[in-house]
């Protein structure tokens, strides 16, 4: 089984639309961050959080909105979706405790396409 | 703000050895790291450098210079599920566990 999953993997919707992805962990993991991924742009930090208490914004964070309903699951929210949100997703984690440092666990990813 | 360069492409041949250069600008710079993403696959970790030096894991060496701002990835013995896309990330902050992705290196590896 997956460590780090994301659902849905693809999601087609349209302009004006709220839509929510989600993405759970199983590893334990205190620290759980929101990318995206544009061709030729690398990826980019959404959000971040390093506990449930704990919500920053990342260097994207307009248009989007986050949730830390517990450890394990922190769901990224389009509140009103736009074309220029078409893009890769990626949810990752890590911990502060025993890993090297900055290893970061990346979830699938999910596809999103904004008509 | 942080910025990083690294070429957009490379070529290389199966068996031989490539390296993709990273350098970049940053305040409070505390680690270098690498990524490999396989196209449609998420990114996975590679190496972690916070001092100057070289690292190896397996095939792969990663090396810093901080005074430089500079660092590599080296891949030898090349093989064709190498070819993928290879992205260097800064870490400013100690602890901070944030990380600025550059805009990545694809990597083919041909015969």
């Known amino acids: 089984d997956a460590d780090v999953t994301q659902t849905p993997r693809n999601r087609i919707t349209k302009t004006g639309k709220r839509i929510m992805l989600e993405c759970s962990q199983t590893?334990?993991?205190?620290?759980m961050y929101w990318y995206r991924q544009d061709p030729g742009l690398g990826l980019r930090l959404i959000y971040y959080?390093?506990?449930?208490?704990?919500?920053n914004k990342g260097e994207i964070s307009d248009g989007y909105s986050v949730s830390r309903q517990a450890q394990a699951k922190f769901s990224l929210s389009l509140e009103s979706a736009i074309p220029n949100q078409t893009a890769l997703y990626f949810c990752?984690?890590?911990?502060?405790?025993?890993?090297?440092?900055?290893?970061?666990?990346f979830g699938p990813g999910t596809r999103l396409t904004v008509l | 703000g942080q910025s990083l360069e690294q070429p957009s492409e490379v070529t290389a041949v199966e068996g031989a050895i490539v390296q993709i250069n990273c350098t970049y600008q940053?305040?409070?710079?505390?680690?270098l790291s690498w990524y490999q993403q396989h196209d449609g696959g998420a990114p996975t970790f590679l190496s972690y450098?916070?001092?100057?030096g070289l690292e190896e894991t397996g095939r792969f060496f990663s090396f810093l210079s901080r005074s430089d701002s500079y660092g590599y990835l080296l891949l030898q013995e090349l093989q064709m599920k190498d070819s993928a896309s290879y992205f260097c990330a800064v870490t400013s902050g100690a602890g901070s566990y944030q990380l600025t992705f550059g805009k990545g290196t694809k990597l083919s590896v041909i015969p």
């Open positions: 940053t305040s409070g710079f505390y680690g």
């Open positions: 450098n916070a001092l100057d």
């Open positions: 990752a984690t890590t911990t502060t405790k025993g890993l090297a440092d900055n290893e970061q666990f």
């Open positions: 590893k334990g993991h205190d620290r």
């Open positions: 959080s390093f506990d449930v208490k704990d919500i």
